[in-house]
């Protein structure tokens, strides 16, 4: 029986959508990419500034069982209601 100073914390996997391809989402992680940007100096010189960005990335699991980390923007929760029952895996 848990005392009650004791605290239980679980991480739940989430169904969602990747493109068309069911997948399992297990948390939110940090992806580092570079970023070049074109720039002329005062003397009009060019130069390029490279600058490491930080992105939300999804750690999602596949059906096959493998472990993927997808942009943010292409991950669709399915467990809102009316899209739960249609995940039977």
Not at 4 to 26: M, S, W, Y
Not at 70 to 86: I, P, R, T
Request: net charge negative; glycine share 6%.
């Amino acid at each position: 029986m848990a005392r009650a100073t004791d605290i239980t914390i679980r991480q739940e996997l989430r169904p969602c959508l990747v493109g068309n391809k069911k997948c399992l989402f297990h948390k939110w992680v940090t992806g580092y990419h570079p970023r070049a940007s074109h720039l002329v100096d005062e003397d009009g010189e060019d130069y390029c500034e490279v600058m490491i960005c930080e992105t939300p990335m999804a750690l999602v699991e596949h059906e096959d069982g493998t472990v993927t980390t997808e942009s943010a923007e292409v991950v669709k929760f399915a467990d809102s209601k009316g899209l739960f029952g249609e995940y039977a895996f």
